[in-house]
């Protein structure tokens, strides 16, 4: 279970140590994995404009600000898996980042998602992403709804 100090993005690192500068504005992110965990911590802390600020096109920027409010009002979040990283490093341009998002509305579900990002102006964008079917695990890995069970005796729909 994730102790209170602990980062939203289960990094296992201390909330200050990991997303906060991020989302304090302290630090940049060097790469798109942690762009990306700090977004699923502001989503955590429902820092909106965090989000609307690290993200592209902000065309118009109070329709996703009401969409961004109504999303956070009925979602519960329960974790983050990093599935995998592409490219997204210190010196790329560009980076994707696959990842499960779990949360509960009424039971806890999955957003998949590989997400694009992209560097302007040195610093890291969420461009777009790409909703993916619910990622199935090995029967004994840890289930992506962060009960700590095994899928198998989890959420392992046969
Ligand atoms: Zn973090
Ligand atoms: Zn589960």
């Given at each position: 279970?994730?102790?209170?100090?602990?980062?939203?993005?289960g990094?296992?690192?201390?909330?200050?140590?990991?997303?906060?500068?991020?989302?304090?504005?302290?630090?940049?992110?060097?790469t798109?994995?942690?762009?990306?965990?700090?977004?699923?911590?502001?989503?955590?802390?429902?820092?909106?404009?965090?989000?609307?600020?690290?993200?592209i096109p902000?065309?118009?920027?109070?329709?996703?600000?009401?969409?961004?409010?109504?999303?956070m009002?009925?979602t519960?979040?329960?974790?983050?898996?990093?599935?995998?990283?592409q490219?997204?490093?210190?010196?790329d341009?560009?980076g994707?980042?696959?990842?499960?998002?779990?949360?509960?509305v009424?039971?806890?579900?999955?957003?998949?998602?590989?997400?694009?990002?992209?560097?302007?102006?040195?610093?890291?964008?969420?461009?777009?992403g790409?909703?993916?079917?619910?990622l199935?695990?090995?029967?004994?890995a840890?289930?992506?709804?962060?009960?700590?069970?095994?899928?198998?005796?989890?959420?392992?729909?046969?």
């Amino acid at each position: 279970m994730i102790q209170r100090t602990d980062c939203y993005c289960g990094s296992r690192k201390k909330y200050q140590y990991c997303c906060e500068p991020y989302l304090s504005g302290k630090k940049l992110p060097n790469t798109a994995e942690q762009l990306m965990r700090s977004r699923y911590s502001a989503f955590c802390q429902k820092e909106i404009p965090y989000l609307l600020d690290t993200a592209i096109p902000p065309e118009d920027r109070s329709t996703d600000e009401q969409e961004l409010a109504k999303t956070m009002q009925k979602t519960t979040w329960l974790g983050l898996t990093v599935v995998s990283t592409q490219q997204g490093k210190k010196q790329d341009q560009v980076g994707f980042v696959e990842f499960v998002a779990a949360f509960q509305v009424d039971e806890p579900r999955q957003h998949h998602e590989r997400s694009r990002f992209i560097k302007k102006n040195q610093r890291w964008f969420y461009l777009d992403g790409e909703i993916l079917p619910d990622l199935v695990l090995k029967g004994n890995a840890d289930c992506w709804c962060g009960s700590g069970k095994k899928y198998r005796k989890c959420h392992q729909h046969n």
